[in-house]
């Protein structure tokens, strides 16, 4: 769905310096395998966005990978952007269930196959948050995951512009999370952005800014390993 604004245009009404970082300590995998396995008592943040369409709701999987570095890294994407939904957008890897999914991380690890070429054997599933519902009508499960460095990649194309990473402790920093406001139609609607100043496949400087849901669930991933 197209956008009738341009959400980095936006200015910035608020950054969350007042709330900690995630401890270096609690991002080691052994770390996160624990929180995972012994979850706390916690609720997301943010769990539905105000709807753009009356679209039926869909079932859908993103998987999160943590990459095995020095120090963990998200993988993320591009999308290309002749796509009818999000387009241009940094997303995670993960689409539309289908009915011989066995269930939602069935489905992630599929798409993710799918669309950047990254095999299951490389993949350790450490379990999902809650879902996120989209504006364009997406009731989406990030699965999480630890991935073991051997994976290579391949984009589709089609739905991939570029793959990317991002450290995760930066994303786990709240003074990285800008937030913003902007009226469509009338409603106000809010969001977050996390932009990240790395490089492209080239080496060459970039801006990538991660905002919307693809930002709220990390948000939400924050305050699961925060609580």
Do not use: C, K
Not at 54 to 70: F, Q, W
Not at 118 to 134: E, K, R
Request: hydrophobic content about 40%.
């Amino acid at each position: 769905m197209a956008l009738s604004f341009n959400p980095q245009d936006l200015p910035i009404v608020g950054v969350d310096h007042h709330l900690p970082p995630v401890p270096p300590e609690q991002l080691l995998p052994s770390a996160l395998r624990q929180r995972f396995n012994a979850p706390p008592v916690w609720a997301p943040e943010i769990s539905v966005e105000r709807r753009f369409n009356e679209r039926e709701p869909t079932h859908a999987s993103v998987l999160v990978p943590l990459v095995l570095r020095d120090t963990l890294t998200v993988l993320l994407t591009q999308r290309t952007d002749h796509l009818t939904d999000h387009p241009g957008q940094i997303s995670f890897p993960g689409g539309r269930a289908e009915d011989d999914d066995e269930d939602a991380t069935a489905t992630a690890l599929r798409e993710a196959h799918e669309e950047i070429g990254l095999d299951a054997q490389h993949v350790d599933v450490l379990g999902s948050l809650p879902t996120y519902t989209t504006g364009t009508g997406f009731i989406v499960t990030p699965v999480i995951a630890l991935v073991r460095p051997t994976f290579t990649v391949q984009a589709d194309p089609f739905e991939v512009a570029e793959i990317f990473e991002v450290p995760l402790r930066f994303l786990m920093s709240p003074e990285n999370h800008h937030r913003h406001a902007v009226e469509v139609g009338g409603v106000r609607r809010e969001f977050l952005s996390m932009p990240w100043l790395g490089q492209d496949e080239q080496g060459r400087p970039r801006r990538y800014f991660i905002w919307g849901a693809t930002a709220a669930m990390l948000r939400n991933l924050y305050r699961f390993l925060a609580a």
